[in-house]
């Protein structure tokens, strides 16, 4: 009889505690809603039939091959001067290869992607900057 009085009170107790803490609780969805994308910028300075510096871009997804669709602006500036500037409608996550016209050597230039998705995709914008100096020849 006590064992079973015992019983009762630890039940009406737990339950109790659950109905206090709200039950168990879920765990958080693991899908976060949303996929970060990187934004690589590389000069190559002996690129192409010029052998000219060529500016590289690519917009990736880390670790995944998918390939994000958006806008991607390149804009190319000379102490804060634009000497080039080119926008890609509908990029597909392609590496973009293109000379910028007439570079000045020994001069500090700074190359910047942007990468915009396009409007309701899952894909996150990202920006990079890539300070460079074309070498003499």
Not at 7 to 20: K, Y
Not at 26 to 47: E, F, L, M, Q
Not at 66 to 78: E, F, L, M, N, S
Not at 103 to 119: G, H, M, S, V
Request: proline share 6%; net charge positive.
């Amino acid at each position: 009889m006590k064992k079973l009085a015992l019983t009762a009170v630890v039940s009406l107790v737990a339950s109790l505690c659950l109905a206090v803490s709200g039950g168990t609780t879920a765990s958080a969805d693991p899908y976060v809603g949303y996929v970060p994308t990187n934004c690589r910028v590389k000069v190559d300075h002996n690129g192409g039939k010029n052998k000219a510096p060529r500016i590289l871009t690519l917009v990736e997804v880390p670790s995944s091959r998918a390939h994000p669709t958006g806008t991607v602006d390149i804009v190319v500036k000379r102490q804060g001067e634009v000497i080039f500037s080119k926008t890609f409608a509908n990029s597909t996550g392609k590496t973009l290869k293109f000379f910028a016209p007439k570079w000045a050597r020994a001069r500090k230039y700074t190359a910047k992607l942007t990468f915009t998705p396009l409007e309701g995709s899952v894909y996150i914008g990202c920006e990079r900057r890539e300070s460079f100096t074309p070498k003499k020849k």
